[in-house]
């Protein structure tokens, strides 16, 4: 994804799966619709840090938080795209098709651990 500078990425796998974006002074949460041979497809929706505070802590799985978003702003955007612009990005409706499954939330502690065995890692290095 070289192509998109997310400013956190929430879940990766050979590529951002969920990642938060800025675009038009709004927050956004992206994640993975489809993988192409060219670009990629994500589904970003605007979110307030208050709404996305649910799914940040454990309370509401993705599906919830895009599918609940109180700004019912719901952009595609391929990545071939040079820099996350909403005003790029094609505005679409939710079907069964782009959204993601019931139940995924992304596991923070999980990440906090790998980040501090990361660090542990670098430190004992030095």
Known sequence: MNDIDPIK????YDG?????AIGNKKL???YLVEEEEVS???L??????EWLEG???GNRDL??????????EHLLLKNSVPEFDPDKCTPVELNDDILPEPG????????????????QSNTDDN
């Open 63 to 72: 599906r919830d938080t895009v599918v609940n978003a109180p700004s019912k």
């Open 16 to 20: 951002p799966l969920v990642f938060l």
């Open 104 to 119: 995924f939330k992304v596991d923070f502690q999980q990440m906090l651990k790998d980040n501090n065995e990361s660090t």
């Open 28 to 30: 956004y949460i992206c």
């Open 44 to 49: 970003c929706t605007a979110v307030d840090g």
């Open 40 to 42: 990629n497809i994500y």
């Open 9 to 12: 990425v929430l879940s990766y």
């Open 55 to 57: 799914f940040m802590c």
